[in-house]
């Protein structure tokens, strides 16, 4: 009876899915070797400060997920999907800042960045720039398709209309 119990409790349990934003790898473009780079730093929320994805469920519950989760901290993927966005964007060139040596930084302070219920997704905060200004962004952008993949595909597609806030 124990041994049947254990392997149907074996059977049910949830496996653990890791996700990646599509566009989270940095890819340095050939430049000259005097070219000024600015470095892109991000700072999250306590909420997204952690491995889970969040989904807001309803208009005052927000879920983090216990089987679907980050495969790299979140930080590291914005900062590199920034860059690369930004410098599709921009002549300026942008990298994401980790090991980076002392040059003019573009900070994002990211408050939300998640899946809603609404069929939604919703990136939210404000970034410091070079010049010591700050601009504020908020991109809601239409989920195509259920599931967390369909999700991460939407808050992509927010995160070109953020670096669009940001020129």
């Given amino acids: ?28 473009a050939n430049t000259p070797k005097q070219t000024v780079w600015t470095n892109v730093y991000v700072v999250l929320a306590e909420p ?17 997920t216990q089987h679907n989760l980050w495969a790299a901290p979140l930080s590291n993927g914005l900062a590199a999907a920034v860059a690369n966005k930004l410098n599709r964007q921009s002549s ?8 980076a040596a002392k040059s003019p930084a573009i900070t994002l302070f990211i408050d939300r960045f998640q899946g809603s219920y609404l069929g939604q997704t919703e990136i939210r905060g404000y970034a410091r720039l070079p010049n010591g200004s700050i601009r504020a962004f908020h991109a809601v952008t239409p989920q195509k398709g259920d599931g967390y993949a369909a999700m991460l595909e939407s808050l992509n597609q927010g995160l070109d209309d953020v670096a669009r806030q940001l020129q």
């Avoid at 009876?1 to 340095?28: E, K, R």
């Avoid at 060139?93 to 090991?99: I, T």
């Fill in 1 to 28: 009876m124990l041994a049947a119990l254990t392997a149907l409790a074996a059977c049910s349990s949830t496996p653990t899915v890791y996700y990646q934003l599509p566009d989270s790898a940095f890819v340095s």
């Fill in 48 to 64: 997204l400060n952690r491995q889970s994805l969040l989904y807001q469920s309803d208009e005052h519950t927000v879920q983090m």
């Fill in 92 to 99: 300026l060139h942008f990298r994401p800042a980790e090991g």
